[in-house]
């Protein structure tokens, strides 16, 4: 069949719909539902620069149960004596942490020369997040670039593998699990479960990332489905992801703005990987990104793709539509007014805790928000 062929015929229709989940006024229902911990990862707060401790304070603050501190530059101190105070302060709040670095593939071009050999990176990060109670340390192979710079992406895959499998026996006696993102574009999930198996499931997992998927035309709830039994961590946001004459477009938006079926994306999330913290990563200020997969110069970057994935995305795509509400449009700019600068800061706090009351009222999500 036609790609252009296989697109028309492709129907619409939502993914379905979540039954309650709680008693008795909200569209979710009754069930005797499996909490799921509720919590941000720190890069949502990017334009305030917090630190450790100013960003566990704001987990307490707003009655959250975990935080990603995605990256070792978020401590004010990587001195043990400071870890230890992180760690002691977010046992005196009651909040899990996970810890975080950055690219660990030497071929990528994410990775930071600066840091040294990945081995070491890697170990570094490990041993932060062991110092600050963390069972799970986010890192991530690189981004769409892996996909166009003329190594296919599997050179870049075994490269990952190679790293993780240098650090085994550290990891394995640090006793912190490595979380693989599906990363900006670089990972279809059945690439990242590659990797994972290959390496060792063992003190290898993934980080779940819902928004990336757009960048590989693949629907969040299949990537969902394929990472489950690995998923020792999260990132999760909404997207607006509509057609055009191209193909497809998407926007990240806060939680509730899109149009991913997020009920049925959190009931999936109960029943396949309840103990997974569920950590908001709210990523808005972003203007549409073009999907042109009518084009098939698109395609090289995927020339595996199998079409009953590509199927799913193209019916959320169907009936979805741009976003229409406001936002200001200036994030990743290296030069902007302080004006935009302020306005961005407002915008990041004010999505990110819409986000927070999306997922507790209407998705059922968090535990300790119960008690307030």
Same mark, same amino acid.
């Given at each position: 069949?036609?790609?252009?062929?296989?697109?028309?015929?492709?129907?619409?229709?939502?993914?379905?719909?979540?039954?309650?989940? /709680?008693?008795?006024?909200?569209?979710?229902?009754?069930?005797?539902?499996?909490?799921?911990?509720?919590?941000?990862?720190?890069?949502?707060?990017?334009?305030?620069?917090?630190?450790?401790?100013?960003?566990?304070?704001?987990?307490?603050?707003?009655?959250?149960?975990?935080?990603?501190?995605?990256?070792?530059?978020?401590?004010?101190?990587?001195?043990?004596?400071?870890?230890?105070?992180?760690?002691?302060?977010?046992?005196?709040?009651?909040? *899990?942490?996970?810890?975080?670095?950055?690219?660990?593939?030497?071929?990528?071009?994410?990775?930071?020369?600066?840091?040294?050999?990945?081995?070491?990176?890697?170990?570094?990060?490990?041993?932060?997040? *062991?110092a600050v109670g963390a069972p799970a340390m986010r890192c991530?192979?690189?981004?769409?670039?892996? /996909?166009?710079?003329?190594?296919?992406?599997?050179?870049h895959m075994e490269s990952t593998i190679k790293v993780f499998r240098s650090v085994r026996s550290q990891a394995t006696d640090l006793g912190v699990k490595i979380a693989l993102e599906n990363h900006n574009g670089d990972l279809q999930a059945s690439d990242l479960k590659t990797i994972i198996e290959e390496s060792g499931k063992e003190f290898v997992g993934a980080c779940l990332d819902s928004g990336n998927p757009m960048w590989l035309v693949e629907d969040p709830l299949f990537t969902l489905e394929t990472l489950a039994p690995y998923v020792v961590t999260t990132h999760i946001r909404d997207s607006a992801v509509y057609e055009t004459a191209r193909g497809a477009a998407f926007q990240w938006v806060a939680l509730g703005d899109g149009n991913i079926d997020l009920a049925?994306?959190?009931?999936?999330?109960?029943?396949?990987?309840?103990?997974?913290?569920?950590?908001?990563?709210?990523?808005?200020? /972003?203007?549409?990104?073009?999907?042109?997969?009518?084009?098939?110069a698109?395609?090289?970057a995927f020339p595996k793709k199998p079409a009953t994935e590509f199927a799913r995305f193209v019916?959320?795509?169907? *009936?979805?539509?741009?976003?229409?509400?406001?936002?200001?449009?200036?994030?990743?700019?290296?030069?902007?007014?302080?004006?935009? *600068?302020?306005?961005?800061?407002i915008q990041q706090r004010r999505d990110l805790e819409r986000s927070f009351e999306y997922a507790k009222k209407t998705l059922d999500v968090g535990v300790r928000w119960r008690t307030a």
């Open positions: 069949m036609k790609r252009r062929s296989f697109l028309q015929a492709v129907a619409g229709g939502s993914l379905g719909t979540l039954a309650a989940l /709680r008693q008795p006024s909200t569209a979710l229902a009754a069930d005797t539902a499996q909490p799921i911990l509720l919590g941000f990862d720190s890069y949502s707060l990017r334009a305030f620069h917090w630190k450790s401790m100013q960003l566990l304070d704001y987990t307490a603050s707003l009655k959250l149960d975990a935080i990603q501190i995605s990256d070792i530059d978020d401590f004010e101190s990587l001195d043990p004596s400071h870890l230890a105070k992180v760690k002691a302060r977010a046992e005196q709040l009651g909040i *899990k942490v996970d810890g975080g670095i950055g690219s660990i593939c030497p071929t990528s071009t994410s990775y930071n020369r600066k840091n040294g050999e990945p081995a070491d990176y890697l170990l570094l990060g490990l041993r932060t997040s *062991k991530f192979l690189g981004g769409r670039a892996e /996909r166009t710079s003329g190594k296919p992406i599997e050179e049925m994306f959190i009931k999936r999330y109960r029943e396949l990987c309840p103990k997974a913290s569920m950590q908001l990563e709210i990523i808005t200020g /972003r203007p549409p990104a073009e999907l042109p997969y009518l084009e098939p698109f395609w090289k019916a959320i795509a169907k *009936k979805g539509r741009p976003f229409s509400g406001y936002m200001v449009i200036a994030d990743g700019i290296k030069q902007i007014p302080d004006e935009y *600068k302020e306005a961005l800061k």
